[in-house]
């Protein structure tokens, strides 16, 4: 079997859709038939020098991660990478696959000058946070979130 992490291509954008279904804590914002929505996101993403990447595993789209890539006031206006979405198809976690993702994802911040890469995780994922720290990430900061109804 052949794994590659690439940039999303918009074909893969249903599928890349069905994982993040698959394991968000609110699957009912998702839509994996309104592909224009996700494509605009990747579009300004890419704007912004950061790109949404895929596992592709033997032609077959098996997890997502976005990297976002903003400038820092702080640190002498320093870029910092920031990983959001990260999913991996249900039937493929522990084999590796979003070990090669996080990686892809630094590799790509460092290639755009990142002096930091960061991620948040949702307070419930606990296995989430063990594997994080297993790939050097370390929890120094306590984030917020607040929501706005439509």
Not at 7 to 26: C, F, H, L, M, N
Not at 41 to 58: C, F, I, K, M, Q
Not at 72 to 93: A, K, L
Request: charge should be negative; hydrophobic fraction near 40%; aromatic fraction near 8%.
């Amino acid at each position: 079997m052949s794994l590659v992490i690439r940039p999303i291509r918009k074909a893969d954008v249903s599928d890349a859709v069905e994982i993040i279904i698959g394991g968000a804590t609110t699957p009912q914002f998702e839509d994996p038939l309104n592909v224009d929505a996700y494509w605009g996101s990747v579009e300004e993403t890419r704007d912004r020098r950061g790109d949404v990447l895929v596992a592709d595993l033997d032609g077959v789209v098996v997890g997502v991660c976005q990297v976002l890539v903003f400038q820092h006031f702080q640190h002498t206006g320093g870029w910092c990478g920031e990983i959001e979405s990260v999913h991996v198809r249900g039937d493929q976690r522990g084999q590796g696959i979003g070990t090669a993702l996080l990686e892809a994802a630094e590799a790509f911040a460092i290639e755009q000058g990142c002096y930091r890469i960061q991620l948040t995780s949702n307070n419930v994922r606990e296995d989430a946070h063990r594997f994080y720290r297993s790939l050097g990430f370390k929890a120094t900061h306590h984030g917020f979130k607040k929501h706005f109804s439509s």
